[in-house]
């Protein structure tokens, strides 16, 4: 699928490529366990959109791989090797590959977080 763009650009049009467009309805879910659910974002596996529902939780884990988490909306608690640490919409936290992480969301609405995965 070719998307076209239009840009006006001083007193012409100048017309511009763009990406394909992912609506939330085309989200591919990836995994699911009682009030949590991972998509898939833009068909891309190194961004997901992760929600957890009000008191829910993601238990500890740890995974190959470095981590950030971007939060979208809600609040939580990440637990980081036993270590809580409170975090709201608009926090940013990196977590490095092998270290035990999960979260709980202690907010009054879904806690929605991006989880990027690094090389």
């Not at 017309?15 to 989200?27: C, D, L, R």
């Amino acid at each position: 699928m070719r998307l076209v763009a239009q840009h006006a650009v001083g007193s012409g049009v100048r017309e511009g490529v763009m990406g394909k467009v992912f609506s939330h309805a085309e989200k591919r879910k990836i995994w699911e366990q009682p009030g949590s659910v991972g998509y898939e974002i833009a068909e891309l596996p190194e961004f997901t959109l992760v929600e957890l529902t009000i008191e829910d939780l993601i238990p500890a884990h740890a995974v190959p791989f470095d981590m950030l988490f971007y939060l979208i909306a809600g609040a939580g608690v990440c637990i980081q090797d036993g270590t809580e640490f409170e975090l709201r919409s608009g926090d940013c936290v990196h977590i490095d590959r092998g270290i035990s992480r999960g979260w709980r969301n202690t907010g009054s609405e879904p806690l929605r977080l991006l989880a990027i995965r690094r090389p």
